[in-house]
């Protein structure tokens, strides 16, 4: 058993600290709010939506469907995430969504 995810984005166009990903099927408010009892602050969408209930415009006009959105989560990584940090919060991803 996996994880069926995808990274959004380009490598060429996207910025390096910030990843999107889709996690299939996942409900992504639900998992905000489980990964920030956990410490980690993730987002539901782009930076420009955040304080918007509707689905991002970024991720949409990036033709992602919109019920892959609800399942999008954006995590934003600053100058002092460490390597540990990630693998927790991978960790974390992979018990709350198999």
Do not use: W
């Not at 990584?77 to 693998?87: D, E, I, N, V, W």
């Amino acid at each position: 058993l996996g994880i069926d995810f995808v990274v959004n984005g380009s490598n060429k166009h996207s910025a390096p600290h910030v990843i999107s990903l889709t996690l299939s099927g996942v409900d992504n408010e639900r998992l905000v709010m489980e990964l920030d009892e956990r410490g980690f602050m993730v987002a539901t969408g782009s930076a420009c939506s955040a304080s918007r209930a509707e689905p991002s415009h970024v991720l949409a006009a990036m033709g992602i469907e919109a019920s892959a959105i609800r399942s999008t989560i954006r995590v934003s990584l600053g100058s002092h995430t460490t390597q540990q940090q990630l693998s927790e919060l991978a960790q974390y991803i992979a018990a709350l969504v198999l």
